[in-house]
């Protein structure tokens, strides 16, 4: 699991902010550092601005903020590790200051716990609209209620019009508003406000037991429902040390891949309908169908919820089910080779693709952006490969890599994606032995920690976990990729005009449920 | 004249041709869309909704509640009966199944584009009236398009002028239809010219797309996204009927075949009705096909198509004036 040093001489900071911190014993599998003090958890946010390794997650507790970050500047300590600074005044250095990708997420905390990121650029809330009755929910001290009232950024220039969108949309689609300033049809700037399926998720989930937060989990985002309780279940498992059963890595595999499946059909084919090129719309929609109904034949429901459970499987998945499996694959593979051809010959539908919604490779590095969003545009990244869980690390996936950056790279991502998750699913059902699918679940009679990170259809979700010593669950925090999807969204309208928003975004595809928690 | 019985009989029986000419497009208009739809459902591998379903919709919207905007003027509310009115005119007199009926002598082609370009530009004062962001999105789409549509199908209409000399659309298909006019060149031209005109002109793809949900693509429903109950009634009815003005325009100047000459032979009307359906039915098929195929344009390449369309048809009037012979 550990990464090679790529450190040198030249690019090591001259502070290692993981310097004389202790690692925290009971979290794993990476490790988790509380740091010594501020200047140190600034450093940190320091080095992640200067591109030294990745922000991953962001968190907090009622008396702790914590950072997972990854890459160059967690290699000493194994490529991936969380720093922790206890906030005893509530207050904590902003790492938005130093590296953006952090401002949202500093956002969400103060709204849910009230720390306060000392710097930041962005006092604005987020998360809280002011209208749950509270303020800080998941604070020690519940807070004041925000204010309803919410400023957007404030854009000048000549023959400037704002068009403000949603958050309810003319379409049966997830609430967002979009706070459009327009010159005619050129975009000059698009502002997202999210927020508006905030559930309390991490509230829910706090006391709960591993039943309970198992089936929260698998209800953050409905269409990343096994990528969600696959996220929570490794990390248990990790806190835990328990080791689930071959049969129930290589079915969990099996799941996790007809999720990808039915999503990205489903994804390429509402791209291009947006284009208003509803063939592709209907056809893919057919084999998203016979997806979920192979799934629903094999494991009881149509989008797997509730089968991952800490240990391994909720139940086994049936002979005749994996040979189902097997017959969708060799259905599905000939027609997708059809639909990819009628896409890649079909100029009108191409001209709306290509060269559309481009996003900078910088802006990609800089946010991490995962899944299709990074690698259409060149970020080599997919947590499958490269934190190999099972049953990746006995057969690794084909990352799917492409340049350009734009719409049409998005769609080719996805298309790669399908044809490697078939050859995923024959492998690991070729390799499938009777057995068991569930290991016990005991109890530590200690507290411990857990993280876990996992490709999802959209990108890498992480799941942190504190479990408390009766077993059940003191803390959970979930990460969507859309995190840092979502802002990559806002400049990747630069320059397109407010007709094409619609395929853009759509070609990004990021979770609002996932997101807003 | 007045007081002679058997001319007041005449024009009587002229009026009730011209009344069922009249009616005939006001019914079947909803029908054209439906038929459409179901025909692109099909071709999408679904099964569509039943081809009568626009009388359904029509229906359920005249007997709903019309909400209008606080901010809005009145001219929001005449507006929805004034474009209607106008278009159902200038649908009106397009000859469908016959020509020489009793109003044939206003078939203006140059009167009907007015018409038409009457009922787009209140709307577009409608879409811009009560202020929203999508209204005015709309309205400057619709006008940006409508800008290049019409002189395109001036120069169509100027194109057929020269052939038929005649600007009278009746005149024209008689003429094309009785003349040994052949195949010719600048009308070729003026047909693919006046598809492309149709099809930006109803809001079809690869301009607009009728059936989409997304506000921000949108440019007719953009423009008309204030209106509800019997207000989008008319509008969505106005819209079919501009639908049906269109294609029939195209059948009676290009494929005149069938059409009654003289509304003294009930078998000439009955040939002329029957083949009128067909070519209808065989247009909306041909709308639907070209819907499924192609993805809808980015808004600024529209201006090239429609473009396009007024350069083929400036081309073959600029043909037709080399030479009678094109």
Redesign the interface.
């Known amino acids: 699991m550990t990464a090679p040093s790529t450190s040198s001489p030249e690019t090591t900071p001259a502070a290692d902010p993981f310097a004389g911190a202790e690692p925290v014993v009971a979290h794993r599998p990476w490790p988790r550092f509380v740091l010594q003090d501020a200047a140190a958890w600034t450093a940190l946010a320091m080095a992640l601005g200067r591109r030294e390794g990745d922000l991953v997650a962001l968190f907090a507790d009622a008396d702790a903020v914590h950072m997972a970050v990854r890459g160059a500047i967690a290699a000493p300590v194994g490529g991936v590790a969380v720093a922790s600074l206890p906030v005893p005044d509530g207050r904590f250095p902003s790492v938005g200051a130093h590296h953006p990708p952090a401002i949202r997420l500093e956002r969400a905390i103060r709204d849910l716990y009230g720390h306060i990121p000392e710097g930041a650029l962005d006092a604005r809330p987020w998360l809280d609209h002011g209208v749950w009755g509270t303020g800080t929910p998941l604070a020690a001290r519940a807070g004041e209620p925000q204010p309803a009232d919410y400023s957007f950024l404030p854009v000048t220039g000549e023959g400037l019009?704002?068009?403000?969108?949603g958050p309810v949309?003319?379409?049966?689609i997830e609430p967002g508003h979009f706070r459009f300033t327009a010159n005619?049809?050129a975009v000059v700037r698009l502002e997202e406000r999210l927020g508006y399926v905030h559930k309390g998720v991490e509230g829910l989930a706090a006391g709960a037991s591993l039943e309970r937060a198992a089936k929260l989990a698998g209800r953050v985002s409905g269409d990343s429902t096994v990528a969600y309780a696959l996220a929570f279940a490794r990390a248990v498992e990790a806190a835990l040390g328990i080791a689930p059963p071959p049969r129930a890595h290589l079915l969990r595999g099996v799941l996790a891949e007809l999720e990808r499946l039915a999503n990205h059909l489903g994804d390429i084919g509402a791209v291009?309908n947006?284009?208003?090129?509803?063939?592709m719309?209907?056809?893919c929609g057919?084999l998203r169908e016979e997806v979920l109904r192979t799934a629903d034949a094999a494991t009881g429901h149509r989008l797997m919820m509730d089968m991952i459970v800490p240990g391994g499987l909720a139940r086994d998945v049936p002979a005749d089910g994996t040979e189902r499996v097997r017959v969708l694959l060799s259905r599905l593979e000939p027609r997708f080779a059809r639909i990819v051809e009628l896409y890649d010959t079909?100029p009108?539908?191409l001209?709306?693709t290509v060269a559309t919604g481009f996003v900078k490779p910088a802006d990609v590095r800089r946010f991490a952006a995962g899944g299709h969003v990074g690698r259409a545009t060149g970020r080599d990244f997919d947590a499958r490969r490269d934190h190999a869980y099972p049953p990746y690390d006995r057969i690794a996936p084909i990352v799917a890599l492409r340049e350009a950056g734009d719409v049409d790279a998005r769609l080719w991502v996805r298309i790669d994606e399908v044809r490697d998750s078939i050859r995923l699913i024959r492998a690991f059902l070729d390799e499938l032995r009777a057995g068991p699918v569930k290991a016990e679940v005991v109890p530590a009679g200690e507290v411990r920690e857990g993280i876990a990170m996992v490709e999802a259809f959209r990108g890498d979700v992480v799941a942190w976990v504190r479990l408390a010593a009766d077993g059940t669950v003191a803390r959970l925090h979930l990460r969507d990729a859309s995190w840092f999807q979502w802002p990559l969204l806002e400049v990747a309208i630069d320059g397109n005009?407010?007709?094409?928003?619609?395929i853009i975004n759509k070609s990004f595809n990021c979770s609002y449920s996932g997101h807003d928690l | 004249m007045t007081g002679d019985p058997a001319l007041i009989g005449l024009s009587l029986h002229e009026l009730v041709w011209q009344g069922c000419q009249m009616l005939l497009m006001l019914v079947i208009a909803p029908a054209l869309v439906g038929l459409i739809r179901k025909v692109?459902a099909r071709?999408?591998?679904?099964r569509g909704p039943p081809v009568f379903q626009p009388y359904r919709e029509l229906w359920r919207l005249m007997h709903k509640e019309a909400v209008v905007a606080e901010t809005a003027s009145p001219l929001f509310r005449m507006a929805p009966y004034g474009q209607f009115a106008a278009t159902w005119v200038a649908a009106a007199l397009v000859p469908s199944f016959a020509t020489g009926l009793m109003f044939s002598w206003s078939a203006d082609l140059i009167a009907i584009v007015a018409l038409l370009g009457t009922a787009r530009f209140i709307l577009a004062l409608a879409g811009m009236d009560v202020g929203t962001?999508?209204g005015?999105?709309g309205t400057?789409?619709e006008i940006l398009f409508a800008s290049l549509a019409e002189p395109a199908l001036l120069m169509i209409t100027f194109t057929v002028a020269l052939l038929a000399g005649t600007t009278l659309l009746s005149a024209i298909a008689d003429h094309l239809l009785l003349q040994p006019v052949g195949l010719r060149i600048s009308l070729a031209l003026c047909l693919v010219a006046l598809m492309v005109v149709a099809l930006t002109e109803t809001g079809r793809?690869?301009v607009d797309?009728p059936?989409?949900?997304?506000?921000?693509?949108m440019v007719h429903e953009a423009m008309v996204l204030e209106y509800s109950g019997r207000h989008l009634a008319m509008i969505e009815w106005a819209a079919a009927l501009k639908l049906t003005a269109y294609l029939s325009l195209i059948a009676c100047l290009f494929v005149p075949f069938g059409m009654a000459t003289s509304t003294e032979d009930p078998v000439a009307m009955a040939i002329g009705l029957v083949t009128y359906f067909a070519k209808l039915v065989g247009l909306g098929v041909a709308v639907a096909v070209i819907?499924?195929?192609?993805?809808?344009?980015?808004?600024?390449?529209v201006t090239d198509f429609v473009g396009g369309a007024f350069a083929l048809a400036s081309m073959a009037a600029l043909l037709l004036f080399v030479s009678r012979g094109f």
């Open positions: 019009h704002q068009i403000p969108v949309h003319a379409g049966i005619g049809e291009c947006d284009a208003a090129f509803a063939l719309l209907t056809q057919l079909t009108s539908l001209d709306r005009i407010v007709a094409d928003f619609p | 692109k071709l999408l591998s679904r962001a999508f005015g999105i400057s789409r793809v690869p797309n059936a989409t949900h997304l506000e921000l693509t819907e499924v195929s192609v993805a809808k344009m980015r808004v600024f390449r």
